[in-house]
């Protein structure tokens, strides 16, 4: 039967569990995931952001962000999209309901258990749901895990990670990085990254070739080689603003609009004014997407 059997909320830090549904099985293959489940909460400071530990049976999937991982034993048969959107779901509500100190300041396991009944409602809901009823989040998850695949465990292998973190140490490549989603591309978004290339490409051209007249004949054309070269890498860096989330991204995009604006003035003579003006609006539509396009913020989900 393709569903989700169980889920929790741990710390990532130390593996606390905070808050998990209620547990109804008590097979033997089931309990021997749980003890599986809770080896790995253990160690998830020590793998990526997402992933997928496949047995026979039964599968564990988690999704950690910040201080809290979000943890589920599902059917093997049970869409691996689907129960990604379960645990980003239980993320988003536990993130809603306590913040940081409160979660650092737990002391015994299940502190949260009020979150427990919350939990369980949402469990209840994915398992009556189908992947149609939920297109929206279900098409978004999928293109973001084809972006950013899970990494792929065997459930057998979390048997040795108790052994691990109780007997010694084991060299794991560490990644902290939560998962930041920005809004979908818009076309005049496309067009600004269009013109930005053209604009880079006419500065490159041209620093190059003066910086081939200036080396050989005009040193004092070394501040116009300077000039050229600025506002190429200036263009370079709105596209990565404008593509991917970055922190400071406002005094970012000020500083590099800044810098193609005082870059042109200075080559006047070398530009006319419409020159410089298409440059400057150029500079000036990539500044206004970038400032426009922020963090994605999250879809309310069918009846939860």
């Known amino acids: 039967m393709s569903m989700i059997f169980f889920a929790c909320v741990v710390r990532v830090r130390d593996g606390l569990p905070l808050s998990a549904s209620t547990d109804f099985h008590f097979n033997r293959d089931f309990l021997e995931c749980r003890k599986r489940l809770k080896a790995l909460s253990s160690v998830l400071a020590q793998y990526p952001s997402r992933g ?39 993320q988003w509500e536990f993130a809603a309901s306590y913040d940081t100190t409160s979660i650092n300041l737990a002391s015994r396991p299940y502190a949260f258990l009020e979150f427990d009944n919350v939990i369980q409602k949402v469990k209840c809901h994915f398992n009556r749901a189908s992947s149609s009823q939920m297109r929206a989040n279900w098409e978004k998850m999928q293109e973001e895990l084809k972006f950013q695949p899970p990494v792929q465990l065997k459930l057998e292998d979390t048997e040795l990670m108790n052994g691990v973190t109780n007997g010694g140490h084991a060299e794991v490549h560490v990644e902290v990085a939560p998962t930041y989603r920005m809004q979908r591309v818009t076309p005049l978004g496309i067009l600004s990254l269009v013109l930005n290339i053209m604009c880079g490409a006419l500065n490159l051209i041209r620093g190059v070739h003066l910086a081939e007249y200036s080396f050989q004949e005009d040193h004092e054309g070394l501040g116009n080689v300077i000039a050229f070269f600025l506002p190429f890498i200036a263009c370079v860096f709105q596209c ?43 500079a000036s539509l990539s500044s206004h997407q970038i400032l426009t396009r922020q963090l994605m913020e999250k879809q309310p989900d069918c009846g939860v």
């Open 240 to 282: 990565y603003l404008y593509l991917f989330y970055s922190s400071a991204r406002k005094t970012k995009t000020f500083v590099l609009f800044f810098s193609v604006c005082v870059c042109n003035i200075y080559l006047y003579g070398l530009r006319n004014l419409w020159q410089i003006a298409f440059h400057v609006g150029v």
């Open 52 to 90: 997928t530990a496949k047995g026979r049976d039964l599968t564990i999937h988690f999704l950690s962000s910040g201080d809290i991982a979000c943890m589920a034993i599902c059917s093997s048969n049970y869409s691996t999209v689907m129960a990604f959107c379960f645990l980003e779901e239980l």
